[in-house]
């Protein structure tokens, strides 16, 4: 009686058979093309994220510097001209106003302060004196419109009102974005002509006790021409 051994026949078909090399390569590649839109994404979302927090940042800067602006220029008692925006000495990227006395900067003493635009450095500047201060960067443009009492464009400085301020910001790598805000001048004086007086009447001086009364107090007076006097 024979024993026969049977060997395990191994078919060499598509099921059994392993991964090639070029197969291999082909994962690698798709892999790597999924790893590299996915860095793409996540470059292009951390882009946005970083534009969108700067322009914010950007913008609530420039409210701020805005805000500073206002709370001072309603102290103002009136625009002072400048003879550099000639012939109203309106200027539309600066003013110059007038703070009283009583202000809660320099109680008692008042003050000459400028708001204006830097376009070199991209800044709105307050300046009193030689003293300069900056309220807010990456400022692409101010714009000022003086309006007389019945909101009408202001023609000279004495006629100013209100102050309607437009700022423009543009932080970097973003879209430009305008504040816009008006500001009265809560004491502004009016200068008043003088009242016209009458002509003073003559009155004759306080006679004391004693003293003799002129002869001619009680002088009657002259009768018109053609009239006889009375007796």
């Keep these: 009686m024979r024993n026969h051994l049977h060997w395990p026949h191994w078919r060499c078909d598509g099921a059994g058979r392993g991964a090639t090399l070029l197969e291999l390569m082909v994962a690698i590649s798709l892999v790597a ?16 994220v970083q534009l969108t927090e700067g322009r914010l940042e950007a913008q609530q800067a420039a409210r701020r510097g805005l805000e500073r602006v206002i709370e001072e220029l309603r102290w ?25 006395t009583g202000n809660p900067y320099r109680l008692d003493q008042p003050y000459d302060v400028m708001f204006q635009y830097n376009p070199r450095q991209r800044e709105l500047e307050r300046r009193v004196g030689r003293g300069v201060n900056n309220l807010a960067s990456a400022v692409e443009g101010i714009e000022l419109t003086y309006l007389d009492a019945g909101g009408d464009p202001a023609t000279v400085p004495e006629r100013v009102v209100t102050i309607r301020i437009g700022l423009a910001v543009r932080p970097r790598g973003g ?3 305008t504040l816009v805000s008006e500001v009265a001048l809560r004491n502004r004086r009016v200068s008043t002509p003088p009242t016209p007086t009458s002509t003073p009447v003559w009155r004759p001086s306080p006679r004391g006790i004693g003293d003799p009364i002129p002869a001619d107090r009680f002088t009657p007076p002259r009768a018109p021409p053609g009239r006889a006097q009375p007796r």
């Design 175 to 177: 879209p430009e974005a």
């Design 76 to 100: 103002a008692a009136h625009v002072i001209g400048d003879p550099g925006c000639a012939p109203s000495g309106l200027c539309p990227d600066r003013v110059t106003v007038r703070i009283p």
């Design 33 to 48: 093309m999924a790893a590299t839109g996915l860095f793409g994404l996540a470059r292009v979302t951390v882009r946005s």
